[in-house]
């Protein structure tokens, strides 16, 4: 019989937790650091009453690119009434501290199913400025209590109604904040900022967002001797931003470095001056209905100088932008960025844009570089290596702005990657958060050109969030060097100048696993190990950690070649390849100084002239010098010479003069035909008819592809060419013959 399990639970708590949420697609992030919480309450009952205590000693929270608390000390000591039949929570009495401000809420929260119903207000009871203050990043210092500040404040709001994901609903809200006349002084730092005042009010009265108004009708300071100020409001935000705002001023940045603690900066100094004002709706811009459009000014940026803990120096000599009813022009933008530089111009056509979630920023862009180097801005290999701790996750960082919408012309005389140097890139085409066009684009990489055009696909969603990118690129090159891309670091940084690299040198190059990107590829040159490849045409999709090509065609060694198959790295250790191969018209003794497999396969090629044609299919596992492993080589096919000779090949050389027959020392390959197959690490080859001057042989048995053979030679040689002394002649002959063999390392026994 079942029996009824019951736990009392009377008390719990947490010490030294952690938290973080990262909602990257909603745009939210906390992080909760050194959590101490504990609770007590009659958990048997179905409705009483809970005390609890909390505190943090950091708290980071992050919306919309803006950072609301950046490692705020918290703590709470609230009562509740529990409802659990109906998930309902009402708040009792409760005192709220972040930093130095205090904050009173009331009201209820309940989820009775997967949307959350609330009734909450909340208020400052304290009106000192110091304790708002110390809600801005990095104003809560240590030592605060010190800090100086005088004037008063207001802030408090209410949010009433439904929170739902699916249909999207949002209870309504409002907020007001009103400060007056106030300053403040920090006692390490020589200046202070004065007249601060601001009256916002943002008010959401419906469960529809696009119904809110945001209304900052006063904000100034002063910074120094340098006033800053202005207005802000919007309405509509969600589908038809409608703005009316005027800022107007000077911002001394070395002045706030002097007025305001900065942590982590090592250099702020330079000027932003603007005088803008906007009043508009977006559609009436879209409309191109610029006579109803209001907006004028100008912003400069001069000679700004910025440094932070972990980041190059950032110097910005000058920037201008002029807003006019059409457009937002940028221009004259010339920067240092670390070791690089950067000029730029353009324009945004609907900068308004911002506001709206739901719509796209579009302009154009022209971007200038004589030398860029990326590895300043890449994370440290050792950072990228090693996950960062969750206390201080990616979601932390800046958000990214996502919508947008640009025409990109840009031009990078030289630029640092890696190991690789890249010059004279030029680049054409659209740009948007989920795709990039190329029109045209064209670099050199070390001693090596590409040019050409297409799209990549998924390109933020595979940058920020490991996903796949997807695209079609077309591809021409003058000359294009492999070996550059599978040389060991140490090489690679020589890949300006570098001689063709030995296979000691090579490593195996791994495909991502979130890459889906077709190729059509038209080189005109293509130096793979040691070998050229002329005239390769070809397509190939790399997608899913293999390289599988549909189609390649090329010319090298003297002939012509054909190429199908796959480049498979599911396996890092082990990478393989399968391909098929026809080959037509290749030199002998080409084939046999380039490619490695095929001396192993065809050690006799080396004192073959002439060429062949094959048709093969072959696979092996890749060793670590890129190369075939042969006791993993796999491979059948057939193989035909066109015009040969084999010459100076010592065991026939020795058996022609033993035997008195000169017929054999140049023996005339022309038209033969064999079929073999590689198993095992050994080349089996099919017995096949040959004759020569009236000699008629059959052929066939193996090699190891490490040396060491075992073949038949079945010849019916005419009496009348051995002579009387044919048994002698044969015997010495064939003890030469195996004499000689032995020297090559060919067992004939």
């Given at each position: 019989e079942p029996v009824e399990m019951r736990i009392d639970l009377q008390q719990y708590s947490i010490a030294d937790g952690m938290i973080v949420y990262d909602d990257q697609a909603g745009d939210m992030y906390l992080s909760i650091k050194d959590l101490d919480h504990e609770g ?270 972990g980041m190059p120096l950032i110097s910005v000599k000058n920037m201008d932008a002029t807003f006019n009813p059409k457009a937002v022009t940028v221009s004259g933008f010339d920067a240092k960025l670390g070791k690089s530089d950067l000029q730029a111009d353009g324009r945004l ?401």
């Amino acid at each position: 019989e079942p029996v009824e399990m019951r736990i009392d639970l009377q008390q719990y708590s947490i010490a030294d937790g952690m938290i973080v949420y990262d909602d990257q697609a909603g745009d939210m992030y906390l992080s909760i650091k050194d959590l101490d919480h504990e609770g007590e309450g009659d958990f048997t009952l179905e409705v009483f009453d809970l005390a609890t205590t909390t505190d943090i000693a950091e708290m980071t929270v992050k919306t919309g690119g803006i950072s609301y608390l950046k490692k705020a000390k918290m703590n709470y000591v609230a009562g509740f009434n529990i409802d659990m039949p109906n998930s309902k929570y009402t708040l009792k009495e409760n005192e709220l501290t972040v930093n130095n401000l205090k904050v009173n809420m009331d009201g209820w929260v309940a989820m009775p199913s997967e949307d959350i119903d609330m009734d909450l207000t909340f208020n400052a009871p304290q009106s000192d400025f110091k304790s708002l203050l110390s809600l801005i990043p990095n104003a809560y210092i240590a030592g605060y209590e010190d800090v100086k500040a005088n004037g008063k404040f207001v802030m408090n709001g209410f949010a009433k109604g439904t929170y739902s994901t699916k249909p999207e609903r949002y209870p309504a809200f409002k907020i007001n904040l009103n400060v007056d006349n106030a300053d403040v002084k920090y006692p390490d730092l020589p200046l202070g900022i004065a007249d601060i005042m601001m009256k916002m009010e943002i008010n959401s009265p419906t469960q529809n967002l696009n119904g809110m108004i945001v209304d900052i009708s006063k904000f100034n300071m002063k910074l120094g001797n340098n006033p800053f100020g202005g207005y802000f409001k919007l309405k509509t935000p969600m589908t038809d931003p409608d703005i009316d705002t005027k800022i107007n001023g000077v911002i001394d940045l070395a002045e706030i470095n002097r007025a305001f603690p900065m942590e982590g900066v090592k250099k702020l100094d330079g000027k932003i001056t603007s005088n803008i004002m906007a009043k508009t709706k977006m559609s009436t811009i879209e409309k191109e209905d610029y006579g109803n459009v209001q907006m004028a000014g100008d912003m400069k940026v001069e000679f700004v100088n910025y440094e932070a803990d972990g980041m190059p120096l950032i110097s910005v000599k000058n920037m201008d932008a002029t807003f006019n009813p059409k457009a937002v022009t940028v221009s004259g933008f010339d920067a240092k960025l670390g070791k690089s530089d950067l000029q730029a111009d353009g324009r945004l056509d609907n900068i308004l844009a911002y506001f709206a979630p739901d719509k796209t920023m579009k302009g154009a862009l022209k971007i200038r570089s004589a030398y860029f180097n990326a590895d300043e801005w890449m994370p440290a290999e050792a950072a990228a290596a090693t996950p960062p701790p969750t206390a201080t996750p990616t979601g932390e960082e800046a958000a990214i702005f996502d919508r947008f919408d640009f025409d990109i012309d840009a031009e990078i005389k030289k630029l640092d990657y890696d190991a690789y140097e890249l010059k004279n890139m030029v680049a054409v085409g659209n740009f948007t958060p989920k795709k990039l066009t190329i029109q045209n684009f064209a670099m050199d990489i070390g001693n090596s050109d590409v040019a050409g055009s297409g799209y990549l696909d998924n390109v933020f969603p595979y940058v920020f969030e490991n996903k796949t990118l997807e695209g079609q690129l077309n591809l021409k090159s003058k000359f294009f060097d492999l070996n550059q891309f599978m040389a060991e670091e140490e090489a690679a940084t020589t890949a300006t100048a570098a001689p063709p690299a030995t296979t000691e040198e090579m490593e195996p190059i791994l495909v991502p696993d979130n890459l889906k990107v077709a190729i059509d590829a038209d080189f005109n040159k293509v130096r793979y190990t040691n070998m050229d490849l002329n005239n390769v045409k070809g397509a190939m999709v790399v997608a899913d950690e293999a390289v599988t090509i549909t189609e390649m065609r090329a010319n090298s060694m003297g002939g012509k070649m054909n190429v199908t198959g796959g480049y498979d790295t599911k396996n890092h250790e082990k990478p393989k390849f399968d391909f098929n191969y026809d080959l037509e018209r290749l030199d002998f003794r080409e084939a046999f100084n380039t490619l490695n497999t095929f001396a192993a396969i065809a050690p006799i090629g080396k004192f073959i002239e002439g060429d062949f044609t094959s048709k093969l299919k072959m696979s092996s596992e890749l060793g670590t010098d890129f190369m075939p492993d042969l006791n993993t080589l796999l491979a059948d096919g057939f193989f035909a010479t066109i015009n040969a000779k084999l010459q100076s090949f010592p065991p026939v050389e020795a058996l022609a003069n033993k035997l008195n027959i000169k017929e054999l020392k140049s023996l005339d390959l022309k038209g033969t035909k064999n079929w073999f197959a590689v198993k095992d690490g050994a080349v089996n080859v099919e017995p096949f008819d040959y004759e020569v001057q009236n000699i008629a042989m059959n052929i066939g048995g193996s090699h190891k592809l490490t040396g060491g053979m075992d073949y038949n030679i079945d010849a019916k040689i005419p009496r009348k060419l051995l002579g009387s002394t044919i048994g002698a002649v044969a015997d010495k002959g064939i003890d030469l013959l195996a004499g000689q063999a032995s020297k090559l390392g060919l067992n004939l026994d």
